[in-house]
């Protein structure tokens, strides 16, 4: 069985969607999979690292979805062929926070739309706090048919394009450590790991403003 069947074009396709924290990447994700879903499509979706710290995909703006959770051994075209061998059409995949999944599970992407006709958007941050790409962003950008920013505004604090994802720790930005922590934009205890977006300037001054 393979994919094909409710197709809304002709051939398989990896796009990438990618911005700073705030974008609306997670919301794209989930109203992809609903425009998608209500053509007759079926999906899966993915996500890695939520700030829920549980299988699905969560939006800043409330909206949620259960997901299958991305681990390091998780061989996702085994995933689909288990969805094809158990009955079910997969004609695309929906990856949130992509950026944090293997290189070699990006390849996987790439082999399920060359070689399996399936779909794949993903979605997810380009660089980590120290301002380098994530590995498997890199390859994204590498592989994928389609790269897009998306258009939302973040600001920094000063009012000009956010563009860097800083990580707050102590009220300090913190330049050394383990790539992944998990944080979010929202807490309000400057001791907490949190995370702030600031324009290029702020980033390198670490100044987050009042």
């Known amino acids: 069985m393979s994919a094909g069947d409710g197709r809304l074009r002709h051939g398989a396709a990896l796009k990438f969607f990618w911005g700073p924290m705030d974008c609306g990447k997670s919301t794209l994700a989930l109203q992809m999979d609903h425009n998608h879903g209500r053509q ?3 999906g899966l979706v993915l996500t890695r690292n939520d700030r829920s710290m549980g299988p699905q995909v969560t939006t800043r ?10 681990t390091d051994d998780l061989d996702l075209i085994a995933l689909v062929r288990k969805e094809w061998g158990d009955g079910a059409r997969i004609d695309y995949l929906i990856c949130d926070e992509a950026c944090f999944y293997t290189v070699e599970q990006i ?19 380009a660089s980590d706090f120290r301002s380098f790409l ?34 707050i720790v102590d009220g300090v930005v913190a330049r050394e450590g383990e790539q992944v922590v998990i944080g979010d934009t929202a807490a309000a205890d400057q001791s907490e790991v949190r995370y702030q977006v600031l324009c290029r300037r702020h980033y390198r001054s670490g100044d987050l403003g009042r």
Do not use: T
């Open 134 to 167: 994530f590995p498997a962003a890199q390859r994204l950008f590498e592989l994928a048919d389609e790269v897009n920013r998306l258009q939302v505004e973040v600001l920094c604090w000063c009012g000009r394009e956010g563009l860097l994802n800083a990580r």
């Open 40 to 42: 007759g499509r079926r």
């Open 61 to 70: 703006i409330g909206l949620a979805h259960s997901a299958v959770e991305v």
């Open 107 to 125: 390849e996987q992407l790439a082999d399920l739309v060359d070689g399996y006709d399936v779909d794949v958007y993903a979605f997810g941050l």
